[in-house]
């Protein structure tokens, strides 16, 4: 079975402050991973993911998220965040041979001026 | 190209109605995924289709709900007899193949059960 948690439920920031949502995960097979974002009033959009090879991936929009498998953590981070990174952010999980995608409960980012 | 796309955006029905959600995906795209969003739950997967069988309904929450999907294209989320735990944001998502595993969501339907 696979799961994932997401340690913090809201993170508030200042722009342009460094930001980190963390994310856990739980699985017997080989993992494929995932952050979605989710805008007020949107759908959900794929922000990055990891499915092999470099254990860093990015996004266009300047965020970045490492694989640790020791850890089983697949953190979000940005530099610097702006207004506009205001938004739901969720990771997610699949696997080999394990088509759905199970999702954390979501972290609620919020950047203040 | 266009994207996933749902109908309709918002659903108000009474209770105990019948409802019928669909979900157009990306030409082409031959995996189609139906999740639930709702405040108490989360993202929950609801049931998987390859063309159009189903391989996975593990999610559906009850015998109240189906989904069929037909010409490998358009699919249908029934909700027969609705309760009020039904509300939610159904969402739908779908992938170029099985073994793709990036997923690409449409903008959901809003169901509100009174």
């Known amino acids: 079975a696979q799961s994932v948690t997401q340690l913090d439920s809201q993170v508030p920031v200042f722009e342009e402050a460094p930001v980190e949502l963390r994310c856990n995960y739980s699985?017997?097979?080989?993992?494929?991973l995932f952050w979605y974002v989710q805008y007020p009033n949107q759908g959900l959009q794929l922000l990055l993911k990891y499915l092999s090879g470099s254990t860093l991936v990015e996004s266009i929009n300047g965020f970045e998220a490492e694989f640790n498998k020791s850890q089983t953590s697949f953190h979000l981070r940005k530099p610097s965040v702006h207004i506009s990174d205001t938004a739901e952010y969720f990771c997610?999980?699949?696997?080999?041979?394990?088509?759905?995608?199970?999702f954390g409960a979501g972290t609620r980012l919020a950047v203040h001026p | 190209g266009a994207g996933v796309s749902q109908s309709p955006s918002n659903k108000v029905t009474e209770k105990g109605k019948d409802v019928e959600l669909r979900c157009d995906p990306i030409?082409?795209?031959?995996?189609l995924y139906w999740y639930r969003q709702s405040l108490g739950q989360g993202l929950e997967f609801l049931i998987y289709?390859?063309?159009?069988?189903?391989?996975?309904k593990s999610g559906l929450p009850s015998d109240r709900f189906s989904a069929e999907r037909t010409g490998g294209s358009v699919s249908t989320l029934t909700i027969q007899r609705t309760q009020q735990e039904d509300s939610a944001v159904y969402l739908c998502?779908?992938?170029?193949?099985?073994?793709?595993?990036?997923?690409?969501f449409g903008p959901g339907t809003r169901l509100t059960v009174t």
């Open positions: 998502a779908s992938s170029l193949t099985q073994s793709s595993y990036e997923q690409y």
């Open positions: 289709f390859q063309g159009n069988s189903a391989p996975d």
């Open positions: 699985s017997s097979v080989s993992v494929y």
């Open positions: 030409s082409g795209h031959t995996a």
């Open positions: 997610a999980v699949s696997g080999r041979g394990y088509n759905k995608l199970i």
